[in-house]
């Protein structure tokens, strides 16, 4: 009898942590430290290898200025500004420190698409974007 309620609880437990894990995007990570917001993404990590996604509004001719300023102590880091059509507009892939703003005119309204892509990198960075008319 007391195996039986042992074998109970126990499965509870892994389904609801299951269903739990399920809700949602974790923001459980080992060795990471992020904050966000709605212009801007600023991390630092011991091991990043995945994708860190961000988006915004914007109208054709409006400026888009994307700045940032990140640390590679290994691996790459890739920057990466896409079109409402997923095309790229802009792209930089990093082996070691470095920092800039790229400016871009929109060539169409819609939502634009920023990633952050990480490639065995160990590093931070700090990406911010806004938009506007000249």
Not at 35 to 41: E, P
Not at 83 to 97: I, Q, R, S, Y
Request: charged letters at 30%.
């Amino acid at each position: 009898m007391r195996t039986r309620r042992a074998l109970i609880v126990g499965v509870v437990v892994l389904v609801l942590g299951g269903i739990l894990v399920g809700c949602g995007r974790s923001s459980v990570r080992i060795g990471w430290r992020e904050t966000s917001g709605l212009r801007h993404k600023t991390a630092r990590y011991r091991s990043f290898d995945g994708m860190e996604r961000s988006s915004f509004r914007a109208r054709s001719g409006d400026t888009i200025q994307v700045e940032y300023e990140v640390e590679v102590e290994d691996g790459t880091l890739t920057l990466t500004l896409t079109d409402p059509d997923g095309e790229a507009l802009w792209e930089e892939t990093l082996e070691e420190n470095a920092a800039d703003v790229s400016r871009l005119s929109a060539p169409q309204d819609g939502r634009y698409r920023l990633r952050i892509e990480g490639d065995s990198a160990q590093g931070a960075f700090d990406v911010s974007w806004q938009t506007g008319t000249d």
